[in-house]
DNA sequence: CGTTATAACATAGGAATCCTATGTATCGGA
DNA sequence: TCCGATACATAGGATTCCTATGTTATAACG
């Protein structure tokens, strides 16, 4: 399985979020917020490296939007191989949930 | 929530299933080997580095038990401080994990 | 009986991910 | 006009996990 989701699951939701529309950083980590309640809060830190990664490796792709007033955004979208990515990252998500729960069900009541 | 979850799901399960009963660090591995169908397979410079570091936080315990023959293996039990930071994670993942799927199910459908 | 595979532990070094901290610039409201 | 929110960016570091390697003991096989 894809260990790379055993740490992270940011550029998982990253695509999964851009697959319902064009997003931009900032609204894709409020989105992520409050659809979650909170549970998810992602730093510029993380998100903006993450996206630029993504755009490396051509899954996402980019385009700068700017109003008459200056304001610069750069609105994502999902290539078509950032669909084939997504689609296998979230079976590898499913596969590593199943398989966490069935080792925290078995254990259950031990404690 | 704990950021820790994101990354890593190793500690969890290490706890999770010494609850269950006192295991040493071979038999850690193939058991989430085997109750998983294979999905966590662990090497030893992640495991046992893993546990080094549980018991110097006091969550876990471990005792050298050495046979006639010479053969030793380490066994761990969880402490009183672990079951406590077990709960705590697992609370933690279930919140990850919700909020995953909640992202997942929104999104689908949009690809 | 010697060789190979498995059991069982350990650590050094590095890759990947995420965070903190900082910087720049625009915009809206008090 | 000042401040908080918007919107992007990167440098540097902390953490987690992996690869690679090493050691010793046991089992299996020809």
Redesign the interface.
Known sequence: ?DTEL?????S??IL??L???PMYGYELAAT?HR??DG??TWREGSLYPSLHKLEAEGLIVGEWEEKETGRKRRYYQ?TKKG?GA??AK?ES?M??????????E??DG??
Chains 1, 2 share one sequence.
Do not use: C, P
């Open positions: 399985m055993l740490k992270g699951t940011l998982l939701l999964s979020l697959s319902r529309k992520v659809d979650t549970t998810f999902v669909r997504l689609k979230v998500w596969e590593l949930s199943r398989g966490v729960n069935r080792i925290l078995k254990s031990q404690a």
